[in-house]
């Protein structure tokens, strides 16, 4: 047995797994990476005798004695027969794999047609000599200029070469920056279309419907878009709505809008259209009889003159800045074409109405039941006159620029109020508390009522308005800066300028069971222990929807849980200026605007709001 064993372990002592001693680091880092240290040695010897050679050629003498001539010449030793045929085997597989990698692909096809880059061996080996270090070896830094150790994190350089990894930490940073602003953009940009929205009226309550995700992506693609094709007009409607927002109506998108059998015509923003594309819709609907043309600047006598060429029915016309009308060419529309209107709003005219016009709107147009004068810097209080004699009116909307004395006012309310619905008076600033008093006595019919802007009349005046007026309870209300214009406080209850707690009182005992919409913005008077007193979550407003109390500077966190609790259809309560509104959960489906400190949290069953009307009720 000993005999086999010694001639076994002779056996394996000749084989080539013989034990063998540690090796050091390095070596094994040369040998994993298929580097041999011969083949070094061979190189260095080669690039020594090279260089000796080109010493002797010049004449300079070698590190041998003074004396002698040049150098013996050794012979370089040429590479090892078995490292030569695994380096070309090495750098096969290698250009195997590049000619079948995109990126030789891409290569290929950016080159082509180039001279010189036909063959495919070239270009891969071009690829290859360009190749990436493997980890391990040295590279110098893509940046700095370095020299480091490449390893698999070594990060990619903007010029296409490795960097260190002080430059690798610099770059991420530089990219966690550049990723965090953008998302800091996008952040911003989605927080503006939310208040965009909500200031529209828009109140994000779950998932949008699917007619809203089309009307969205149709308005974004609008370039790419051919035609509309028969939708309704409430669509249509919509559609320009979200175009104007944008200002992208122009001549093309126009005739999205345009269909011989429409008998409405509504773009929001025609800033951007020219003469002819306003007599296009004329010609492409000649049956047009609801035109709303906002902002159509180049709206001019010719499109009134091809208006009444065509003789086009219309019943209702609304036009904002069509300062290019001549005052001759309104009078020739309103003698011709006016027996049709019923209803009329014009808005913006700096220089295109006068008193004189006026009277042959009056004339012309005897059937007129909407009349809206907004803005027309050129009419004055002998207009107010006649528009008394338009028997059939029913809707009033006037907002003059120049002074008009209560007396006049007053006529005309004596006239028209017995049939009006809806009445609108913006910055009448003469009108008193008598003015109140005739629309208390000839108005029973109104719906809708706006006095705005006005620091004459007094708190008393707005109570005897709304206390036993025999009107039904109206729905709409807006007294936007009725107040006194002195920022000091008032001393006397009773002589107290604008709306006041009283009036507050008075008119939400009126018509709280039926308003839907209601303005009291900057009327700073009403003082907080009121509006407690109202919306104490006990009095029920089942309609309200809309509130705005902006500026009224006394109002708080309690008042505001309050109103939530006392208005359950509430939809949108703007707040601008309310400071002392903080910390405020908005239940659900409602927008607060314009409350810094509001919570984001949303609350589902009003637990806030009881907790904090009981502590108020303590």
């Known amino acids: 047995m000993s005999g086999r064993r010694n001639a076994g372990g002779r056996s394996a002592r000749n084989t080539g797994n013989a034990i063998r001693g540690p090796q050091s680091a390095l070596t ?63 750098e096969k597989t290698a250009i195997a794999k590049i000619k079948k990698s995109k990126e030789f692909s891409k290569r290929k096809k950016g080159l082509a047609g180039e001279p010189g880059e036909d063959d495919d061996d070239d270009v891969a080996w071009d690829m290859y000599a360009k190749s990436k270090p493997l980890p391990g070896q040295l590279e110098n830094c893509d940046l700095c200029g370095k020299r480091f ?52 009226g828009r109140i994000p309550t779950g998932s949008k419907s699917l007619q809203e995700l089309c009307i969205e992506m149709v308005a974004a693609n609008i370039n790419d878009v051919e035609a509309f094709g028969d939708l309704p007009p409430s669509l249509m409607t919509g559609l320009s709505q979200i175009l104007s927002k ?45 035109l709303t043309l906002e902002n159509a600047t180049q709206f001019k006598d010719e499109v009134i003159d091809y208006i009444l060429e065509r003789n086009v029915p219309l019943k209702s016309l609304k036009l904002e800045s069509t300062n290019l009308i001549g005052d001759d060419k309104w009078c020739e529309f ?53 528009i008394a004699q338009l028997q059939k009116l029913e809707h009033l909307f006037l907002y003059f620029k120049t002074p008009v004395e209560a007396d006049a ?3 005309l309310l004596q006239t028209t109020g017995p049939n009006l619905r809806t009445l609108s008076l913006q910055k009448f600033d003469n009108a008193d508390d008598q003015t109140l008093q005739v629309i208390r006595n000839s108005c029973s019919k109104l719906q809708s009522l706006k006095f705005t802007e006005n620091d004459y009349c007094t708190d008393a005046g707005f109570v005897a308005l709304f206390h036993g007026w025999d009107n039904p309870p109206l729905t709409y209300i807006n007294l936007t800066d009725d107040r006194d214009m002195d920022p000091g406080g008032q001393d006397e209850e009773a002589e107290a300028v604008g709306v006041g707690s009283n009036a507050f009182r008075a008119l939400m005992k009126h018509s709280g069971s ?105």
């Open 28 to 90: 094994d880092f040369l040998a994993s990476n298929n580097i041999s240290a011969n083949q070094i040695r061979l190189d260095y010897i080669a690039r020594r005798d090279a260089a000796e050679r080109q010493s002797g050629e010049d004449g300079t003498p070698t590190d041998g004695d003074p004396g002698e001539g040049p150098s013996e010449q050794v012979a370089t030793p040429e590479e090892a027969p078995e490292a030569k045929k695994k380096r070309k085997r090495n």
């Open 246 to 290: 944008r200002r992208i109506i122009t001549s093309r998108t126009l005739d999205f809008f345009l269909r011989p059998d429409l008998d409405t015509v509504s773009v929001y923003d025609a800033g951007k259209l020219e003469t002819d594309d306003f007599k296009r819709i004329f010609a492409i609907c000649p049956r047009v009889e609801y």
């Open 514 to 618: 039926k308003l839907e919409r209601l303005n009291l913005k900057a009327c700073r008077h009403i003082t907080n222990e009121t509006l407690m007193e109202i919306f104490d979550g006990v009095n029920k407003y089942p309609m309200l929807k809309d509130v705005d109390l902006s500026f009224v500077n006394e109002i708080d966190t309690v008042a505001v849980a309050g109103l939530f609790k006392s208005c359950p259809a509430l939809d949108k309560l703007a707040a601008f200026g309310c400071f002392n509104v903080k910390d405020i959960v908005v239940p659900p489906g409602v927008a607060l605007i314009g409350v810094p400190h509001a919570q984001d949290a949303i609350i589902q069953e009003g637990h806030y709001v009881d907790a904090i009307m009981s502590e108020m009720m303590e």
């Open 334 to 386: 309103f003698d011709k074409a006016g027996g049709k209107l019923e209803t009329l709003k014009l808005t913006w005219l700096d220089s295109a109405m006068n008193d004189e016009t006026l009277e042959h709107l009056i004339d012309g147009c005897p059937n007129l039941k909407y009349l809206k004068l907004k803005k027309c810097f050129r009419l004055t209080e002998a207009s107010i006159d006649k």
């Open 409 to 411: 006012l007053n006529n």
């Open 149 to 200: 150790t490449v390893t698999p994190y070594s990060k990619e350089g903007p010029d296409g070469g490795l960097l260190c990894t002080k430059c690798s930490k610099e770059l991420v940073a530089e990219s966690k920056k550049e990723a965090k602003s953008k998302k800091s953009a996008v952040n911003r940009e989605k927080r503006r279309k939310i208040q965009s929205n909500l200031l529209d």
